[in-house]
């Protein structure tokens, strides 16, 4: 068996390596609307819908401004990897899919953004949104999947050193869906399978996810 990559990160390794809680999922379709900054345009509506947590897929309109960061090398031994200096095309940002992961941040609301679009230049990219320094110039329709019985909070990490969206509060402990995170260094596939079986699944979704992958292939 080919043994896995892996990075050392810079903190102590956490001894609970995957978190899950079972809860009920709520599903909501709703369209981003023109005019608004694009951080509002997704959270909103499912603060009105009482989710404390939610993935979020969005596209098919465009963004302006638009302004995005890219995965970067370190930027010293206190992180494994960093981010780029801030990007802003010149012109609407047509958005093929992109990836939101709702939850809070000291009581406010927070979305972190995954996603694909096409710059005005014909460049199709990749990375990281930047959602409040992003405006919807054109209808994006969005379909959510979250609960109102498990929250996301973004909390300080010290194994990663980063301030990083997990699981958090309380859960039923039952429901036909579940939360989980997973911490560094672990074979994803495994961890799915685990979570699977922790929790009785024997067919399931994977509705959206926040993080990143060591030799993606």
Known sequence: ??????????????????????????????????????????????????????????????????????????????HVAYFSAPHAPAGECQVELAN??????????????????????????????????????????????GFADIQFAALADPETNFTLLQPAGHATGAGTGVVARVRPNEDITLALETVAARHGLRDAVVRGSVGSLIGAR
């Open 1 to 78: 068996r080919r043994v896995m990559r892996t990075l050392a990160q810079p903190g102590p390794v956490h001894p609970q390596r995957i978190d899950s809680f079972a809860g009920t999922p709520r599903h909501l379709a709703f369209t981003l609307e023109p005019g608004r900054r694009l951080a509002d345009a997704l959270t909103a509506p499912l603060i009105a819908a009482g989710m404390q947590c939610a993935t979020i897929t969005f596209g098919g309109g465009t963004l302006l401004p638009f302004h995005y960061v890219l995965p970067g090398p370190p930027d010293g031994p206190q």
């Open 100 to 145: 939101a992961t709702f939850g809070w941040s000291d009581g406010a609301p927070l979305v972190h953004i995954h996603g694909v679009w096409i710059e005005p230049d014909g460049t199709r990219r990749g990375g990281h949104m930047l959602p409040s320094q992003c405006s919807v110039s054109r209808p994006l329709p969005a379909r959510a999947c």
